[in-house]
């Protein structure tokens, strides 16, 4: 073995015992949770045991039954009856136990389960935004459901099964010595069969199925990817090559699919011919001990009954591993997300901000990477009452400033003064609290138009929320429709225009005290009625409030009281309309081009 | 399942030779325990150790026969599975494919893609799991209890007194579960919608500090979820130990009845324990039903789901007879309505014609029908009424291939695949290399595809390593790329900064005078340059003309230019009119090209 070859493999090693000490740590974890039910885990436990002690008693007696049906001068009725009653008792106790445990068990994996899922939503809501910025909304719905699912499922019924099957293992084999050591050792013979199933189980078939499942995603990608661009293909004529391009994905598909079941199909005979030659030594040796009276006939049904309880685990070995590892990978990926560092704390001593709503930035220096700056060196102060335009081409960062005045990023040097404090020795609640804001993705959530107003501020009355909407010309709208403030918004919002959507965030917003606003002008999807009620609404919000307004409108830009020119994510030029342009600049250029 | 069955037919061959294996194979299985009860019943008394050798050989005989007729058997079902999942699969997407624009909105993308993945995938599943244990279980269930009646007829009837009783507990706990897992799903989706709803409303939460009430609120539906699961838990974890005991104790009567035979010489005591296996081997019978049950109903419906694509009429066919109109224009509108699936109408009385080389532009706002006009020209819905004239010929009368080959098109929110930059501008059609590189030029994305390694360049899903605007040059590189005679840009240019625009603008003004250039958007200065403009309001022509004209004539036009470069937009408007609410009107009318 060459040397590097052997870094390579202690490399391997280290890797691996990594690994493990990871999937510890995951499991120390997951059963803190347990330990928070003691007296219910206890419980559990016993009707565990209890449940299997009860059932592996019923191959002896009905061993014991068939040696008295088998008595020298006919069968012992009294005997095989008692008997026969134990065995239908203890199977029934079994039975009864069993299902008591698995509902123990389904109440307690539930409790933890709705606790974690509880955990990973509050961890949602407390991550910076920049952090929430990286992720997708999917990823973390995986997260929620469908990986606490397999965390829930492993839980309620793998760990189970497998600490059942320990002791039904245990037991049966405890059984099968006391009935027959001989018999034991020819079904010994068997044994090296189920190794070599649980073998190719973890060892072949796992990875062919998922090399199945991910040829299946590719093709339902492909097939996704297609569909949403069926009217360009459609356009373009180019239906038969899309098609030809499908087939082969399609065949390399079920070709994964093929030979993972080919594979697969072999477990589930290879299982059985395991059961059957366990069955066919038995019987014969057992035969032939028989012959020669070593052996009754009741022991021989009790060894087989106890042969094919032992088993039944051990097949299962394989599977049940395999899912309790794929549900500590899933675990893993919830507890991650749980130690995902929080937005920081307010410092002690955090303060409200209180006062008439100045705004200054000093110096103010900020990149979303660390490396990229996106904002240089800006200096401005908005005095209260002002407003501020802030313009620019599509995409070029102007919610950058917004980030920043409510704290969802910091910026890496300088500072951002509200009424003359560092906003960040300020209360994060109180300086968000200080703002309104109305964005161009009209956030509503599924509730009734009231709700929705109300949701800017806590305890409104509807009074409070009807003159809200007055306000932002959306009341008489609302009043016509049959269920008035009731109605309900639904999730695709059939029952409401882009417009009126907007509207309805401008009366939430105007709910709030807050002296200052963040306003999104954006509203050239709308048509030119609804854009005059959007616009007599937002002038109504932004009098007396000190306004930062991502402007649109010439007629914003040109009576601003302060504009703020970005390009390519940094502010590039600052001032009034007219000595702007006067620059000859890029604002510009760009007055030019967009109002020529 | 009919369709299924007829896929299904053009492997009969295998299918019986596969069948008869299974059969051959479960058979062997089943006689394994009768075999035991003769050896210990008859021949281990009669001292015979040559024959006891015998029998048991010939028990192992059959246990390999069992191994080696299901493997054989379950390898022919894979194979058949496959072949026939393929052939399905090939056909719905092709299917897909080829519906016409109205059946693609009828039946939406969404479900669409479900069809394709999720419903081919549960057939698939149920091809294979039909032919092994849809097979294997009756047959063991069937043959279990006959086999027992052989052996004592008497206590078999214990055993077929159990098997109702076993079927009725796993149709009742089946019955009841799907129920409840449908309401558990239902529970899940609130749960979902809840966390996306607050993962794009975070910054509104978090500014108005309210993020303890969403927690509560979703400590609601949490808790809903937990309490369906629970139920639906408890209901599927009952038919185990309930099965469990009606067998053990069917087992123990078994036993307590035989005494009573054995007693009359009509059992041997090698016929209990076979009892005792036959219990084993049917309850697994009984289980797997249940199993098959389930698998059974999810495949049927997803193959109902399927049938439903595959037999949809073709539509949309030519209509190579109609008349060719003589001195016609290029283009030409007449009387032009549609409707969306009978909805309000998006489109009324269109009526307006174009020169050859003149261009189009089409003004409005969202909802007012301009998308829908340019779905009409490319012939992807018929209108209801009116007709369409391209040189004089109906649209209806070109073939696909045709029609296809005269457009090239960049919609909104157009699609860019995970390939390389070349296959993209290409597009599947195989044109020229000079010809892709020509497109590139004209839509002034030569600098960037140069940057991200020239045509081999790779795009990742969606194109999200490009910016907007460079995708929309790499969509409009693509349309010029196939020279087509009507170019048509559904407000493709939005994300383009204010420089590139103009000279893109003048591209197509100057450099493309043969070919018809169709122009959609929002912005009045992206249209101004057209020779003519359609001013779309709500589905009607407001004004028709060239930008001198319409400021003159057309009051909506001149209101948007007010609009859009600040001015009041309320002075030219005579006589306000009520503002009525407008919900409902429009909107739904852009949905086809979404």
Same mark, same amino acid.
């Given at each position: 073995?060459?040397?590097?070859?052997?870094?390579?493999?202690?490399?391997?090693?280290?890797?691996?015992?990594?690994?493990?000490?990871?999937?510890?740590?995951?499991?120390?974890?997951?059963?803190?949770?347990?330990?928070?039910?003691?007296?219910?885990?206890?419980?559990?436990?016993?009707?565990?045991?209890?449940?299997?002690?009860?059932?592996?008693?019923?191959?002896?007696?009905?061993?014991?039954?068939?040696?008295?049906?088998?008595?020298?001068?006919?069968?012992?009725?009294?005997?095989?009856?008692?008997?026969?009653?134990?065995?239908?008792?203890?199977?029934?106790?079994?039975?009864?136990?069993?299902?008591?445990?698995?509902?123990?068990?389904?109440?307690?994996?539930?409790?933890?389960?709705?606790?974690?899922?509880?955990?990973?939503?509050?961890?949602?809501?407390?991550?910076?935004?920049?952090?929430?910025?990286?992720?997708?909304?999917?990823?973390?719905?995986?997260?929620?459901?469908?990986?606490?699912?397999?965390?829930?499922?492993?839980?309620?019924?793998?760990?189970?099964?497998?600490?059942?099957?320990?002791?039904?293992?245990?037991?049966?084999?405890?059984?099968?010595?006391?009935?027959?050591?001989?018999?034991?050792?020819?079904?010994?013979?068997?044994?090296?069969?189920?190794?070599?199933?649980?073998?190719?189980?973890?060892?072949?078939?796992?990875?062919?199925?998922?090399?199945?499942?991910?040829?299946?995603?590719?093709?339902?990608?492909?097939?996704?990817?297609?569909?949403?661009?069926?009217?360009?293909?459609?356009?373009?004529?180019?239906?038969?090559?899309?098609?030809?391009?499908?087939?082969?994905?399609?065949?390399?598909?079920?070709?994964?699919?093929?030979?993972?079941?080919?594979?697969?199909?072999?477990?589930?005979?290879?299982?059985?011919? *395991?059961?059957?030659?366990?069955?066919?030594?038995?019987?014969?040796?057992?035969?032939?001990?028989?012959?020669?009276?070593?052996?009754?006939?009741?022991?021989?049904?009790?060894?087989?009954?106890?042969?094919?309880?032992?088993?039944?685990?051990?097949?299962?070995?394989?599977?049940?591993?395999?899912?309790?590892?794929?549900?500590?990978?899933?675990?893993?990926?919830?507890?991650?997300?749980?130690?995902?560092?929080?937005?920081?704390?307010?410092?002690?001593?955090?303060?409200?901000?209180?006062?008439? $709503?100045?705004?200054?930035?000093?110096?103010?220096?900020?990149?979303?990477?660390?490396?990229?700056?996106?904002?240089?060196?800006?200096?401005?102060?908005?005095?209260?009452?002002?407003?501020?335009?802030?313009?620019?081409?599509?995409?070029?960062?102007?919610?950058?400033?917004?980030?920043?005045?409510?704290?969802?990023?910091?910026?890496?040097? %300088?500072?951002?003064?509200?009424? %003359?404090?560092?906003?960040?020795?300020?209360?994060?609640?109180?300086?968000?609290?200080?703002?309104?804001?109305?964005?161009?993705?009209?956030?509503?959530?599924?509730?009734? *138009?009231?709700?929705?107003?109300?949701? %800017?501020?806590?305890?409104?009355?509807?009074?409070?929320?009807?003159?809200?909407?007055?306000?932002?010309?959306? %009341?008489?709208?609302?009043?016509?429709?049959?269920?008035?403030? $009731?109605?309900?918004?639904?999730?695709?919002?059939?029952?409401?225009?882009?417009?009126?959507?907007?509207?309805?965030?401008?009366?939430?917003?105007?709910?709030?005290?807050?002296?200052?606003?963040?306003?999104?002008?954006?509203?050239?999807?709308?048509?030119?009625?609804?854009?005059?009620?959007?616009?007599?609404?937002?002038?109504?919000?932004?009098? $007396?409030?000190?306004?930062?307004?991502?402007?649109?409108?010439?007629?914003?830009?040109?009576?601003?009281?302060?504009?703020?020119?970005?390009?390519?994510?940094?502010?590039?030029?600052?001032?009034?309309?007219?000595?702007?342009?006067?620059?000859?600049?890029?604002?510009?250029?760009?007055?030019?081009?967009?109002?020529? | 399942?009919?369709?299924?069955?007829?896929?299904?037919?053009?492997?009969?061959?295998?299918?019986?030779?596969?069948?008869?294996?299974?059969?051959?194979?479960?058979?062997?299985?089943?006689?394994?325990?009768?075999?035991?009860?003769?050896?210990?019943?008859?021949?281990?008394?009669?001292?015979?150790?040559?024959?006891?050798?015998?029998?048991?050989?010939?028990?192992?005989?059959?246990?390999?026969?069992?191994?080696?007729?299901?493997?054989?058997?379950? #390898?022919?079902?894979?194979? &058949?599975?496959?072949?026939?999942?393929?052939?399905?699969?090939?056909?719905?997407?092709?299917?897909?494919?080829?519906?016409?624009?109205? @059946?693609?909105?009828?039946? +939406?993308?969404?479900?669409? !893609?479900?069809?394709?993945?999720?419903?081919?995938?549960?057939?698939?599943?149920?091809?294979?799991?039909?032919?092994?244990?849809?097979?294997?279980?009756?047959?063991?269930?069937?043959?279990?209890?006959?086999? +027992?009646?052989?052996?004592?007829?008497?206590?078999?009837? &214990?055993?077929?007194?159990?098997?109702?009783?076993?079927?009725?507990?796993?149709?009742?706990?089946?019955?009841?579960?799907?129920?409840?897992?449908?309401?558990?799903?239902?529970?899940?989706?609130?749960?979902?919608?809840?966390?996306?709803?607050?993962?794009?409303?975070?910054?509104?939460?978090?500014?108005?500090?309210?993020?303890? /009430?969403?927690?509560?609120?979703?400590?609601?539906?949490?808790?809903?979820?937990?309490?369906?699961?629970?139920?639906?838990?408890?209901?599927?974890?009952?038919?185990?130990?309930?099965?469990?005991? !009606?067998?053990?104790?069917?087992?123990?009567?078994?036993?307590?009845?035989?005494?009573? #035979?054995?007693?009359?010489?009509?059992?041997?005591?090698?016929?209990?324990?076979?009892?005792?296996?036959?219990?084993?081997?049917?309850?697994?019978?009984?289980?797997?039903?249940?199993?098959?049950?389930?698998?059974?109903?999810?495949?049927?419906?997803?193959?109902?789901?399927?049938?439903?694509?595959?037999?949809?009429?073709?539509?949309?066919?030519?209509?190579?007879?109609?008349?060719?109109?003589?001195?016609?224009?290029? =283009?030409?509108?007449?009387?032009?309505?549609?409707?969306?699936?009978?909805?309000?109408?998006?489109?009324?009385?269109?009526?307006?014609?174009?020169?050859?080389?003149?261009?189009?532009?089409?003004?409005?706002?969202?909802?007012?029908?301009?998308?829908?006009?340019?779905?009409?020209?490319?012939?992807?819905?018929?209108?209801?009424?009116?007709?369409?004239?391209?040189?004089?010929?109906? =649209?209806?009368?070109?073939?696909?291939?045709?029609? #296809?080959?005269?457009?090239?098109?960049?919609?909104?929110?157009?699609?860019?695949?995970?390939?390389?930059?070349?296959?993209?501008?290409?597009?599947?059609?195989?044109?020229?290399?000079? @010809?892709?590189?020509?497109?590139?030029?004209?839509?002034?994305?030569?600098?960037?595809?140069?940057?991200?390694?020239?045509?081999?360049?790779?795009?990742?899903?969606?194109?999200?390593?490009?910016?907007?605007?460079?995708?929309?040059?790499?969509?409009?590189?693509?349309?010029?790329?196939?020279?087509?005679?009507?170019?048509?840009?559904?407000?493709?240019?939005?994300?383009?900064? /204010?420089?590139?625009?103009?000279?893109?603008?003048? +591209? =197509? +003004?100057?450099?493309?005078?043969?070919?018809?250039?169709?122009?959609?958007?929002?912005?009045?200065?992206?249209?101004?340059?057209?020779?003519?403009?359609?001013?779309?309001?709500?589905?009607?022509?407001?004004?028709?003309?060239?930008? &001198?004209?319409?400021?003159?004539?057309?009051?909506? /036009?001149?209101?948007?230019?007010?609009?859009?470069?600040?001015?009041?937009?309320?002075?030219?408007?005579?006589?306000?009119?009520?503002?009525?609410?407008?919900?409902?009107?429009?909107?739904?009318?852009?949905?086809?090209?979404?």
């Amino acid at each position: 073995m060459s040397g590097s070859e052997r870094r390579d493999k202690m490399a391997a090693r280290a890797e691996k015992r990594a690994a493990s000490r990871a999937k510890r740590a995951v499991i120390a974890r997951l059963a803190r949770y347990f330990f928070r039910f003691k007296f219910r885990v206890l419980a559990a436990f016993v009707l565990m045991v209890g449940s299997n002690l009860f059932a592996l008693l019923g191959p002896w007696l009905s061993g014991r039954a068939i040696d008295a049906i088998a008595a020298e001068g006919g069968p012992d009725f009294a005997l095989v009856g008692r008997l026969c009653l134990w065995m239908g008792l203890f199977y029934l106790a079994s039975s009864a136990f069993s299902y008591l445990l698995s509902a123990l068990i389904i109440r307690l994996s539930q409790t933890i389960v709705r606790s974690m899922r509880q955990e990973v939503f509050d961890k949602i809501l407390s991550l910076p935004v920049g952090a929430l910025d990286r992720v997708q909304a999917g990823d973390l719905i995986n997260r929620i459901s469908y990986d606490i699912d397999t965390v829930n499922a492993s839980l309620s019924n793998d760990v189970l099964q497998a600490a059942s099957g320990v002791i039904t293992v245990i037991g049966a084999l405890i059984g099968m010595i006391a009935v027959s050591p001989a018999l034991l050792g020819l079904f010994a013979l068997t044994l090296p069969f189920s190794v070599w199933i649980t073998l190719k189980r973890s060892r072949s078939v796992r990875p062919l199925f998922r090399k199945r499942s991910a040829r299946l995603a590719e093709l339902n990608g492909f097939s996704e990817e297609m569909l949403s661009g069926l009217p360009t293909i459609r356009a373009y004529g180019r239906e038969g090559r899309m098609i030809e391009k499908f087939a082969l994905k399609n065949t390399e598909a079920v070709d994964a699919y093929y030979r993972a079941d080919y594979l697969g199909s072999l477990i589930g005979p290879a299982v059985n011919f *395991v059961n059957n030659l366990g069955t066919v030594l038995i019987s014969t040796g057992g035969a032939f001990f028989f012959l020669f009276g070593l052996i009754s006939i009741g022991d021989i049904s009790a060894f087989l009954l106890y042969a094919r309880r032992f088993s039944g685990p051990v097949n299962e070995f394989a599977n049940i591993m395999g899912e309790i590892q794929s549900a500590l990978a899933a675990a893993e990926r919830v507890f991650r997300l749980l130690d995902a560092p929080s937005e920081p704390a307010d410092p002690p001593g955090a303060v409200l901000p209180q006062g008439p $709503g100045q705004v200054r930035f000093e110096h103010v220096r900020f990149s979303y990477d660390g490396e990229h700056p996106v904002i240089r060196d800006l200096s401005f102060t908005a005095e209260p009452g002002q407003t501020v335009a802030i313009v620019g081409p599509t995409g070029a960062g102007k919610t950058t400033l917004v980030n920043l005045m409510m704290r969802f990023y910091d910026p890496q040097g %300088g500072a951002i003064l509200l009424d %003359g404090q560092d906003i960040r020795t300020l209360s994060r609640g109180g300086l968000r609290a200080a703002f309104t804001m109305v964005l161009q993705d009209t956030w509503l959530f599924e509730g009734t *138009v009231a709700e929705n107003i109300a949701y %800017g501020r806590e305890g409104a009355t509807l009074a409070e929320v009807e003159a809200a909407a007055d306000a932002a010309r959306i %009341g008489d709208f609302v009043r016509s429709l049959p269920e008035g403030f $009731g109605t309900r918004l639904t999730d695709n919002g059939v029952n409401f225009s882009k417009g009126q959507k907007q509207l309805l965030t401008i009366a939430r917003a105007m709910l709030s005290p807050a002296r200052l606003l963040i306003l999104d002008e954006a509203t050239s999807n709308v048509d030119t009625r609804t854009e005059l009620q959007i616009r007599e609404a937002m002038a109504e919000l932004m009098r $007396g409030r000190t306004s930062f307004v991502i402007a649109h409108r010439l007629t914003t830009v040109e009576n601003a009281d302060l504009i703020l020119v970005v390009k390519d994510g940094d502010i590039v030029e600052c001032g009034r309309h007219d000595e702007l342009l006067g620059q000859k600049g890029f604002y510009a250029e760009l007055y030019a081009a967009q109002f020529e | 399942m009919r369709k299924i069955f007829g896929y299904l037919s053009a492997f009969k061959g295998r299918m019986a030779v596969g069948l008869s294996l299974k059969i051959l194979g479960t058979f062997a299985e089943l006689v394994l325990p009768l075999i035991m009860a003769y050896m210990l019943d008859e021949v281990a008394p009669a001292g015979d150790a040559w024959a006891l050798g015998l029998w048991g050989a010939g028990m192992l005989v059959c246990a390999l026969a069992a191994l080696w007729g299901n493997v054989a058997a379950n #390898r022919m079902a894979s194979r &058949v599975a496959r072949d026939t999942t393929e052939r399905l699969r090939d056909d719905l997407f092709a299917k897909t494919l080829r519906l016409s624009a109205a @059946q693609t909105d009828r039946a +939406t993308i969404p479900s669409l !893609v479900s069809r394709l993945s999720s419903d081919t995938y549960n057939v698939h599943n149920m091809i294979g799991m039909m032919q092994r244990l849809g097979v294997r279980a009756p047959i063991l269930l069937i043959g279990g209890v006959a086999l +027992t009646f052989t052996v004592d007829p008497v206590l078999a009837l &214990v055993l077929l007194v159990t098997v109702p009783v076993l079927t009725a507990v796993v149709a009742l706990v089946a019955g009841r579960g799907i129920g409840l897992y449908g309401r558990l799903q239902r529970s899940v989706d609130a749960m979902v919608r809840k966390v996306r709803d607050d993962y794009t409303g975070i910054r509104v939460i978090k500014a108005l500090s309210r993020t303890g /009430y969403e927690s509560r609120s979703f400590a609601a539906v949490n808790e809903k979820v937990s309490r369906d699961e629970t139920r639906a838990a408890l209901t599927m974890g009952a038919s185990g130990p309930v099965m469990n005991a !009606v067998l053990n104790v069917g087992m123990a009567v078994v036993l307590f009845l035989g005494a009573y #035979r054995v007693s009359d010489g009509m059992a041997g005591v090698g016929d209990l324990t076979a009892f005792t296996s036959y219990f084993t081997i049917i309850l697994n019978a009984v289980i797997s039903v249940g199993r098959i049950f389930v698998n059974l109903s999810k495949g049927a419906a997803s193959a109902g789901r399927i049938a439903e694509i595959l037999d949809l009429p073709e539509e949309m066919t030519a209509l190579p007879d109609l008349p060719q109109e003589e001195g016609e224009p290029y =283009l030409r509108f007449e009387h032009v309505s549609f409707s969306y699936g009978g909805k309000a109408p998006a489109l009324r009385d269109i009526d307006f014609s174009l020169n050859k080389g003149e261009s189009l532009g089409i003004l409005g706002a969202t909802g007012s029908g301009k998308s829908t006009l340019a779905a009409l020209l490319l012939r992807f819905y018929d209108p209801d009424e009116g007709r369409i004239l391209l040189e004089g010929r109906d =649209l209806r009368s070109f073939s696909r291939q045709e029609l #296809r080959e005269k457009f090239g098109v960049v919609f909104q929110n157009d699609f860019l695949m995970a390939a390389s930059i070349g296959e993209n501008v290409d597009f599947e059609r195989d044109l020229p290399e000079e @010809q892709l590189e020509e497109a590139v030029r004209a839509a002034r994305a030569e600098a960037f595809v140069a940057e991200h390694g020239g045509f081999k360049g790779k795009l990742t899903a969606r194109g999200s390593n490009f910016s907007g605007g460079q995708k929309q040059r790499l969509l409009i590189a693509r349309a010029l790329a196939g020279r087509p005679e009507i170019l048509i840009l559904d407000d493709s240019s939005s994300a383009l900064d /204010y420089r590139t625009d103009a000279m893109l603008r003048r +591209t =197509l +003004t100057r450099d493309l005078s043969g070919t018809t250039v169709v122009m959609i958007a929002q912005r009045i200065s992206s249209v101004r340059f057209a020779d003519r403009i359609l001013v779309l309001d709500r589905g009607r022509a407001e004004g028709f003309g060239s930008d &001198v004209d319409l400021m003159r004539t057309c009051p909506l /036009y001149g209101r948007i230019f007010a609009s859009q470069h600040g001015g009041d937009p309320e002075a030219p408007e005579e006589g306000a009119r009520p503002a009525e609410g407008e919900g409902g009107a429009g909107p739904a009318g852009e949905g086809g090209l979404a």
